[in-house]
């Protein structure tokens, strides 16, 4: 009875430890849950500060170079017309056309720019 009793006490002691085991081995698997809330706001911060300081710059300096095509290409266009029209001379008359048909297109352009596209039409002409 003695031998009995002393299986079932060391069985006892022996479920008793395992059980104890595995609670503290499950406490080390519950680890606490991670927030990544943080991680994610700073990485959405991240691109939209790189989208604030490299893409839309990007966009409008491409915006901008692409209708100072198209105004060049205007202002030389009327210049063209201008010269078939009025022939040599006549500078002022032209120049006031050539002002006056960008204006009805919308465009606004200084003498500079004019003076380039007929400088340029005198080079192409010779």
């Known amino acids: 009875m003695k031998k009995i009793l002393m299986i079932l006490v060391s069985?006892?002691?022996v479920l008793l430890a395992s059980v104890s085991m595995a609670e503290g081995?499950?406490?080390n698997f519950e680890a606490p849950a991670?927030?990544?809330t943080p991680l994610f706001q700073a990485l959405i911060g991240f691109l939209a500060a790189l989208v604030t300081y490299k893409l839309i710059p990007w966009i409008k300096a491409r915006t901008t170079a692409q209708q100072q095509d198209l105004l060049r290409a205007a202002v030389s266009v009327t210049v063209?017309?201008?010269e078939q029209l009025y022939g040599?001379?006549?500078g002022k008359e032209?120049?006031?056309y050539v002002k006056g048909q960008l204006a009805k297109k919308g465009y606004h352009a200084d003498v500079d720019e004019i003076e380039a596209a007929v400088r340029e039409l005198t080079i192409a002409g010779k």
């Open 25 to 27: 081995t499950a406490a």
């Open 94 to 96: 032209k120049l006031l």
């Open 34 to 36: 991670i927030d990544l």
């Open 11 to 13: 069985l006892m002691l």
């Open 88 to 90: 040599a001379g006549q």
């Open 80 to 82: 063209y017309a201008a």
